[in-house]
């Protein structure tokens, strides 16, 4: 397939992502999925540099208004070049095609000082090869040649001229050094700009930079079933690369992207795809085996269904959510996993859990321990959804902590005296976390904190920066190594 057809589907699908919050490599997936006809390369092609452009996007679209100032913008050939330019495709294969290295690898590091003198110090002469991507574009040799001999003319002051914008007024105050580190991460105009001020030198870096590089694919082992050691077996003969997660004793990450769901260990429900981060709160509960939990946000069950596995299936375990299609999914991972003490329960308006069929038994109303994973805006998934990245606001983040804050309070009633409750959010921003926790408990005197260091090390978990008495941890990509996410455990007096 030609690289200007490679080049048509990207933009079709991008335009898809971005007109949907649906997460993108469902996206991705289902639209490949329509189109057959497209081979198993082109489709890696596609996907990498679909998710490498979300990842960039709001540098690849400065470089492309830093190139198009210049006096090419009125060339045909380069507009045509550009013909994707509010998707930054084209430019992308554009800056592929002048440093003829291999994207993905450049991409992972960006930085646009980099990248303009990586192009200016390139020789006029064109690899053969090269010179056929450029005409599939229907970009001349003649045009390319000419504009690498000019593209001195972009300058470092084009770049500085960004930055003094009215776009980015909230900025200014900053150093040009840390808006430089904006710009070449993306992050200019969102949240993680102001999230990121929380740490020293250099971690302001390590946070921002580890956000935007991929995350590995972590599977969870049903510990019933099988031992990490025996699932590493399994995944060493179907020649799937993987190494050992280093703070949960059930995790095992994945190097490269594989089709799971063929595999024979994933039929018989050995392990399910959850991130380490997530696969903690089980831990951090640390429920006695035979106790009743409420799993009060379940989601599609994954952290219901690791409980189980703790609990060696002899506890009752309630997963509610407000919706059924998301509880259907839990029984169905529950029944391929067998775990049986599983019930689901819908939550109605009042917080009220109701049965699902007539047969299911009275459901308690209290519980010895609550885990509430609260809805929340994601922010600490950015590596596997980048769009989240440009998508997340202030309005959106007051709206979140609003309806955070409703639904622990609300489900903090259902705790039995003496049993633990446990909040969670996969995201890193204050306001969803520790704002929350530290209002709850001046407004909730009933409820204290519980320290967490003594739950994990009990399970063979230990966490450098975890002190004895620390009662909520936040996990970071650039540290821990984990999705970003966050736990705070309270006990009821």
């Known amino acids: 397939m030609k690289l200007i057809s490679l080049l048509d589907h990207c933009g079709q699908l991008f335009n898809i992502i971005s007109k949907n919050n649906m997460p993108s490599d469902r996206l991705i997936s289902n639209y490949l999925r329509s189109k057959k006809y497209i081979g198993s390369k082109e489709r890696k092609f596609i996907s990498e540099l679909i998710f ?40 992308l294969v554009l800056i592929q095609i002048i440093i003829a290295e291999d994207f993905p690898t450049i991409f992972y590091n960006l930085n646009i000082n980099n990248i303009l003198e990586k192009i200016k110090s390139q020789d006029s002469t064109i690899n053969e090869t090269l010179i056929k991507e450029c005409q599939d574009l229907g970009v001349s040799r003649d045009t390319i040649s000419n504009y690498i001999e000019n593209i001195h ?4 002051e084009h770049i500085n001229s960004i930055s003094k ?45 580890a956000f935007n590089k991929p995350a590995f694919t972590c599977l969870r082992i049903n510990s019933l079933h099988t031992t990490r050691e025996q699932l590493a077996t399994h995944l060493s003969e179907a020649d799937i690369s993987y190494f ?52 009060a946000c379940a989601g599609a069950g994954g952290k219901s269904l690791h409980i189980a596995n703790l609990q060696k299936d002899k506890g009752k375990i309630i997963a509610s959510d407000i919706e059924f299609m998301r509880l259907k999914e839990v029984k169905k991972r529950a029944t391929l996993a067998n775990l049986y003490s599983i019930e689901t329960a819908m939550v109605d308006n009042d917080f009220n859990l109701k049965k699902l069929n007539k047969k299911q038994k009275n459901i308690a109303s209290l519980f010895d321990y609550v885990l509430v994973d609260a809805p929340c ?98 996990l970071y990509p650039f540290f821990h190594k984990t999705d970003g996410f966050f736990m705070a455990k309270m006990r009821k007096k």
């Open 244 to 295: 050992y997660g280093s703070l949960s004793p059930h995790s095992i990450s994945l190097h490269n992207r594989h089709q799971l769901t063929i595999l024979p260990t994933y039929k018989n429900g050995d392990f399910e795809i959850q991130d380490e981060a997530s696969q903690l709160v089980a831990f951090c509960l640390n429920p006695t085996e035979e106790a009743t939990i409420l799993d």
């Open 377 to 474: 805006t994601g922010s600490g998934t950015v590596r596997r959804e980048p769009m989240k990245k440009y998508r997340i606001t202030k309005k959106m983040l007051a709206k979140m902590t609003e309806k955070q804050l409703d639904i622990l309070t609300n489900f903090s009633k259902k705790v039995k005296p003496g049993g633990v409750l446990l909040y969670s959010t996969c995201s890193v921003f204050a306001e969803e976390n520790e704002n929350i926790i530290k209002y709850f408990l001046e407004n909730n005197p009933d409820f204290m904190p519980e320290a967490i260091k003594p739950s994990f090390e009990e399970n063979n978990i230990y966490i450098e920066d975890l002190a004895e008495d620390d009662f909520y941890i936040t």
């Open 153 to 156: 003319l972009i300058s470092k």
């Open 52 to 91: 490498l452009t979300m990842r960039n996007l709001s540098l690849l679209e400065n470089i492309y208004n830093i190139l198009e100032a210049e006096q090419f913008k009125n060339t045909l050939e380069i507009k045509n070049c550009f013909k994707y330019s509010k998707n930054s495709f084209s430019i």
């Open 165 to 209: 914008t009215s776009n980015f007024s909230d900025y200014l105050s900053f150093s040009p050094d840390f808006i430089d580190l904006l710009l070449n991460s993306s992050y200019l105009r969102n949240l993680f700009a102001k999230r990121s001020l929380a740490f020293d030198n250099p971690n302001i870096q390590n946070f921002l930079l």
